[in-house]
Structure formats: C-alpha cells, structure tokens
C-alpha cells in the first residue's frame, strides 16, 4: 500500500484519539450568545478557521507580484526584439 494511505490512517488515528480526550463540554460566549461545544470540535473549527483564512490571505496577496512579473518578461521580450531588429537594419 501507499505512504500516503497509511499516513491519512495515522492522521485519523490522532484526531479520533484527540476528540476523544477532548470531548468534555466548554462554554463559549460571544456578545449576547453562549454555546456549550466539545473542547475538541472548538480547536478544531478554530484550527480550520486559520488554515483557510491565511490559504486565502496568500492567495490574494500573491496574485498582483505574478501579474508584475508576467508585465517584467513581456516588457523584456520588448526590448530583445527591438534590438535584433536593429541590428538586422544596420546590416
């Protein structure tokens, strides 16, 4: 079998072991809501929460320096064939 098989097993493994000791009821309050959820299912979401917001973050920030660099190439492949055209006039 693969690697990554047994290493999503191992991963499962953990999280089931982690719910598990975490399970006991934590109460959360926001403004005027409060909720009781598992300590477990509580760092889990906030975990999630990060992961997606700072996959977000990066991805949104990096699309401009690509478009800057793809401008760079374009204004450099310019300037290359400006010069070989010069150079073919002069002979």
Same mark, same amino acid.
């Given at each position: 079998?693969?690697?990554? /098989?047994? %290493?999503?097993?191992?991963?499962?493994? &953990?999280?089931?072991? +982690? #719910?598990?000791?975490?399970?006991?009821?934590? =109460?959360?309050?926001?403004?005027?809501?409060?909720?009781?959820?598992?300590?477990?299912?509580?760092?889990?979401?906030? /975990?999630? %929460?990060?992961?997606?917001?700072?996959? &977000?973050?990066?991805? +949104? #920030?990096?699309?401009?320096?690509?478009?800057? =660099?793809?401008?760079?190439?374009?204004?450099?492949?310019?300037?290359?064939?400006?010069?070989?055209?010069?150079?073919?006039?002069?002979?």
């Amino acid at each position: 079998m693969k690697t990554s /098989f047994w %290493f999503f097993i191992l991963v499962a493994i &953990l999280l089931v072991t +982690f #719910s598990v000791q975490n399970s006991a009821p934590t =109460e959360i309050s926001f403004l005027i809501w409060t909720v009781q959820i598992s300590k477990a299912v509580l760092i889990i979401a906030v /975990f999630l %929460f990060g992961l997606i917001t700072g996959a &977000l973050y990066g991805f +949104f #920030s990096r699309k401009p320096v690509v478009k800057k =660099e793809n401008e760079i190439k374009i204004t450099e492949s310019a300037k290359t064939t400006d010069i070989e055209d010069v150079e073919e006039v002069d002979n």
